[in-house]
């Protein structure tokens, strides 16, 4: 059962890079089912707009701007050596400030995919693929879910918390398509590139017994 378990764990990771790079080549050689895709998604989540909704969402993701995650990164890891887990801010640590952001910079430079032409809610500075705010959720978030069912007991405790991040990290990649910042496949390529990225550091730092 518990090789059938990590067997599957593979499987996930595989999957989630061999998606993003589907993307990615959708994106690179402009495919028309990436246009359809990236329409589409675009008029289902701005077509919920309304000025209360706007401001909301403005608000929220701007929680994931490089300060304000920095921020809690920080904070949080100074949380989890304080009772006494050093292991798991070393693992927060490189996955939310030394990986995602340097490598996030590094595809998006070589893609250098331009944003939509959509009037944009708040201000952006570099290209448009992948999405950074979705895939530092992704992997801080990811990072925070695979630390919490290490360290709570509590199963039902576990779940609702689980629970709570998975939903923040859903809108704030849908958030940045609203905000008309970024394509749907901008997001859903930062998702998976984020959780192929956390997938590979959970497996390195199990692997060394560091996790």
Same mark, same amino acid.
């Given at each position: 059962?518990?090789?059938?378990?990590?067997?599957?764990?593979?499987?996930?990771?595989?999957?989630?890079?061999?998606?993003?790079?589907?993307?990615?080549?959708?994106?690179?050689?402009?495919?028309?089912?990436?246009?359809?895709?990236?329409?589409?998604?675009?008029?289902?989540?701005?077509?919920?707009?309304?000025?209360?909704?706007?401001?909301?969402?403005?608000?929220?993701?701007?929680?994931?701007?490089?300060?304000?995650?920095?921020?809690? @990164?920080?904070?949080?890891?100074?949380?989890?050596?304080?009772?006494?887990?050093?292991?798991?801010?070393?693992?927060?640590?490189?996955?939310? @400030?030394?990986?995602?952001?340097?490598?996030?910079?590094?595809?998006?430079?070589?893609?250098?995919?331009?944003?939509?032409?959509?009037?944009?809610?708040?201000?952006?500075?570099?290209?448009?693929?992948?999405?950074?705010?979705?895939?530092?959720?992704?992997?801080?978030?990811?990072?925070?879910?695979?630390?919490?069912?290490?360290?709570?007991?509590?199963?039902?405790?576990?779940?609702?918390?689980?629970?709570?991040?998975?939903?923040? @990290? @859903?809108?704030?990649?849908?958030?940045?398509?609203?905000?008309?910042?970024?394509?749907?496949?901008?997001?859903?390529?930062?998702?998976?590139?984020?959780?192929?990225?956390?997938?590979?550091?959970?497996?390195?730092?199990?692997?060394?017994?560091?996790?």
């Amino acid at each position: 059962m518990k090789l059938s378990f990590r067997h599957n764990h593979y499987l996930i990771t595989i999957l989630s890079l061999a998606v993003f790079l589907i993307i990615t080549y959708g994106v690179i050689f402009k495919q028309s089912w990436i246009s359809s895709f990236d329409s589409t998604a675009s008029q289902l989540v701005r077509g919920f707009a309304n000025p209360t909704l706007t401001r909301l969402t403005i608000q929220f993701t701007q929680m994931a701007n490089v300060g304000p995650a920095i921020g809690f @990164i920080v904070g949080a890891c100074l949380i989890l050596l304080l009772i006494d887990n050093g292991r798991s801010a070393l693992f927060l640590f490189v996955n939310g @400030i030394v990986l995602a952001g340097p490598v996030n910079s590094l595809i998006k430079l070589l893609i250098d995919r331009q944003r939509p032409t959509l009037a944009h809610l708040v201000q952006v500075h570099s290209s448009s693929f992948p999405s950074g705010h979705s895939m530092s959720a992704m992997m801080v978030g990811g990072s925070l879910i695979i630390i919490i069912n290490h360290i709570m007991a509590k199963k039902s405790q576990r779940l609702i918390i689980n629970c709570l991040i998975g939903l923040f @990290i @859903i809108l704030i990649g849908l958030s940045r398509i609203y905000v008309g910042v970024h394509f749907a496949s901008d997001v859903l390529g930062g998702w998976t590139l984020g959780f192929f990225l956390l997938r590979i550091s959970q497996i390195i730092f199990e692997k060394i017994g560091v996790l």
